[in-house]
Structures are given as C-alpha cells and as structure tokens.
C-alpha cells in the first residue's frame, strides 16, 4: 500500500533513472566523422550579378497596364 501512495516518486525515480541511462549510452557511443569530399569543396558556387536600373513608377504602371491586355479576365466563382 505505501508503494501506492508513493506512485508519483517512483515514477520520477524511474524516469530520472532511464534520462541518466541514454545519456551515459549516448556519450560513450562512438560518432562517426562526417563524410568530405574532394569535389564538393574544389568547386565555387556560381554568382549571378545583375545590374540594371530600376523601373521609375510610370514605367511600372505601364507594364502593368500592358500585361492586363494580354492576360485573360478570370471568371469570379
């Protein structure tokens, strides 16, 4: 009966117990080196440069404007 009483204690104990477990196994587990590879680290990752002027707010407007002529009107459900 005193086990009874006591049941939320045990069941800490025992959880701290298996908490205490995994890390003791995961530190003394080995951990594998990562794999590195030659090609990988010879090669420089390509760059876009893009140099152009921004378009002013008229310009905007207009492109607008000419891309609702060409686009079809969509049906409203």
Same mark, same amino acid.
């Given at each position: =009966?005193?086990?009874?009483? /006591?049941?939320?204690? +045990?069941?800490?104990?025992?959880?701290?117990?298996?908490? $205490? $477990?995994?890390?003791?196994?995961?530190?003394? $587990?080995?951990?594998?080196?990562?794999?590195? %590879?030659?090609?990988?680290?010879?090669?420089? =990752?390509? +760059?876009?440069?893009? %140099?152009?002027?921004?378009?002013? /707010?008229?310009?905007?407007?207009?492109?607008?404007?000419?891309?609702?002529? /060409? %686009?079809?009107?969509?049906?409203?459900?």
């Amino acid at each position: =009966m005193n086990v009874l009483k /006591h049941f939320e204690v +045990v069941f800490l104990a025992a959880f701290g117990i298996a908490c $205490a $477990a995994n890390v003791a196994y995961d530190a003394a $587990a080995q951990k594998p080196e990562p794999v590195r %590879t030659a090609a990988a680290s010879a090669q420089k =990752m390509p +760059v876009v440069v893009i %140099t152009a002027k921004r378009m002013t /707010h008229a310009e905007k407007v207009a492109s607008l404007v000419e891309e609702q002529k /060409h %686009t079809p009107a969509v049906a409203s459900l």
